[in-house]
């Protein structure tokens, strides 16, 4: 069992970026392909980032591509999220979870979900 904690969450101007963290307890936690989701206002929550479990593959949401980048280290057992050129929509609560990979895209791989950390971004 995998139990996640966000952080790094803030208000941020449009433009501006921002670093996520997600700690992970559970020895498994290397053993996971790690994603990060986000929920919007009155929005379903979405795959947004994912990473292998080793980093050597990654995978983004179509709407983050080239702003945004995902990387692990696997001995502290957290999962980060750089987030640059931040947009106005980009403005959700983000979360992390493992993943399985389908098509490209990020789905998640365990019911029970930390309390997320809110980003949002000042137009």
């Known amino acids: 069992q995998v139990q996640l904690v966000e952080s790094g969450g803030g208000l941020v101007q449009a433009g501006g970026s921002l670093r996520l963290s997600c700690a992970a307890s559970g020895r498994t936690f290397s053993s996971y392909t790690m994603g990060w989701f986000r929920q919007a206002p009155g929005k379903e929550r979405e795959f947004v980032a994912a990473?292998?479990?080793?980093?050597?593959?990654?995978y983004f949401a179509d709407s983050v591509k080239g702003r945004f980048t995902i990387s692990r280290d696997n001995a502290k057992n957290t999962v980060y999220l750089q987030m640059r050129s931040l947009k106005h929509e980009d403005t959700a609560v983000y979360y992390c979870?493992?993943?399985?990979?389908?098509?490209?895209?990020?789905?998640?791989?365990?019911?029970?979900w930390g309390q997320g950390t809110q980003v949002t971004v000042s137009s």
């Open positions: 979870n493992a993943a399985s990979i389908i098509a490209g895209t990020g789905i998640p791989a365990l019911h029970s």
């Open positions: 990473i292998s479990w080793s980093a050597g593959s990654t």
